[in-house]
């Protein structure tokens, strides 16, 4: 048994413990069936840990994060803390993590499962074989620029502001690894601003076509604005290869690319830190979100977290052919015709989290007898 693999779980809110706790049947059996085992610590975060602690992301909770070799996230967010105040909020507790671990670089891959190229909005022929991986900056442009607020003008006027800011190191830090994605997939990378009117993202773009020039010269790199991204992202998305792209648009982009597949609920995410001491920080997390409304009915679609968890096999553990095993069992559970209700399609089974849970195990077993 190989140990020390240290895993911290944060469930979160809503469906979040839901689709957490099948990931943690998923590493319970890769610690008796393939001798795997992690070092696993839970903690809390959003409005789980406001419950307990009156903070969305405690000092201790951000030790443990700190200390392991990879976070698991569920999701964060509901209605029952929508009231409070700004900075209690459960998504400023993800914020906090992301910015405080670093976090500057979001992998955010939409792939069409062959099963289920029908269940997407769109026409199958236009997304049936689709493979993107959308590349947004974490930790930096309006999300966290300074100043930001609201304030009081008086006569009953107020202002709210925030500042969209990127510096030369954060633009090139992100761009060198999309570029690299982009070297090991089909070496086309589409940087997305707009620079037809923001200065930060003139600037995003000069910075891009420099770093290309300089070490990515094998690497074919083309810009668009973001309106014209979005539009070409649902009238053939196909046409891209690795997407690279600021924080707020990759938010918006990558909720679009997640329709394309299906459903939000397929979509697994990496979030990476710049390398030390041999170690690279990472949390991965599913793009959705708590979903309060089937919070605790047994009704989440757990595979964008599943995926995530392959993606921290690959990514921060070099487990590549784990992480093919874990791929495989949910195209195997897909292509028998299981579905929760978020991708349910005609003529096919409507299962419950635990029942396509169960399932999961005995297709690993399966695949590994
Ligand atoms: C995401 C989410 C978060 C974000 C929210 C919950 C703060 O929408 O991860 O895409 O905007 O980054
Ligand atoms: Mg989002």
């Not at 964060?76 to 976090?103: A, H, N, Q, T, Y």
């Not at 037809?196 to 000069?206: G, K, P, Y």
Request: proline letters at 4%; hydrophobic letters at 45%.
């Amino acid at each position: 048994m190989t140990a020390n693999k240290k895993l911290l779980m944060l469930p979160g809110d809503g469906i979040g413990p839901e689709v957490m706790a099948v990931v943690a049947r998923v590493i319970e059996w890769f610690g008796k069936r393939r001798q795997i085992s992690f070092d696993v610590e839970e903690g809390l975060i959003g409005g789980a840990s406001y419950d307990a602690h009156g903070t969305p992301l405690s000092d201790g909770t951000l030790e443990q994060a700190m200390a392991a070799d990879a976070v698991l996230l569920g999701a964060v967010g509901g209605p029952k803390w929508d009231d409070l105040e700004f900075s209690l909020k459960p998504e400023r507790g993800l914020l906090k993590i992301r910015k405080e671990m670093g976090l500057f670089a979001n992998l955010r891959p939409a792939v069409v499962f062959p099963a289920l190229a029908e269940a997407s909005t769109l026409k199958t022929e236009i997304v049936s074989g689709l493979d993107i991986m959308i590349v947004r900056e974490l930790t930096g442009g309006i999300y966290f620029g300074e100043p930001r607020g609201i304030e009081d003008l008086g006569n009953g006027e107020r202002r709210g502001f925030n500042t969209l800011v990127y510096t030369t190191s954060e633009i090139r830090r992100v761009g060198r690894v999309a570029f690299e994605l982009a070297q090991k997939r089909d070496r086309r990378l589409c940087s997305v601003d707009k620079a037809n009117v923001m200065e930060s993202t003139v600037l995003w773009r000069e910075e891009m076509i420099k770093l290309g020039a300089e070490e990515y010269p094998d690497v074919e790199l083309s810009h668009l604005y973001v309106d014209n991204a979005a539009m070409q992202l649902v009238r053939d998305p196909k046409q891209f290869d690795v997407m690279v792209t600021t924080n707020m648009f990759g938010d918006i982009l990558s909720d679009c690319a997640a329709m394309l597949t299906g459903s939000l609920g397929m979509l697994p995410s990496a979030s990476l830190g710049a390398e030390k001491d041999g170690r690279i920080p990472a949390l991965y997390e599913p793009v959705h979100g708590s979903a309060p409304d089937i919070a605790g009915k047994d009704m989440a679609n757990p595979l964008a977290t599943l995926s995530s968890f392959s993606m921290m096999l690959r990514y921060s553990f070099d487990l590549q052919a784990e992480a093919d095993l874990v791929d495989q069992a949910v195209t195997n559970i897909l292509a028998g015709g299981m579905r929760t209700a978020d991708i349910m399609q005609p003529g096919k089974a409507k299962v419950s989290t635990s029942v396509l849970s169960d399932a999961i195990i005995g297709e690993l077993d399966k695949l590994s007898a």
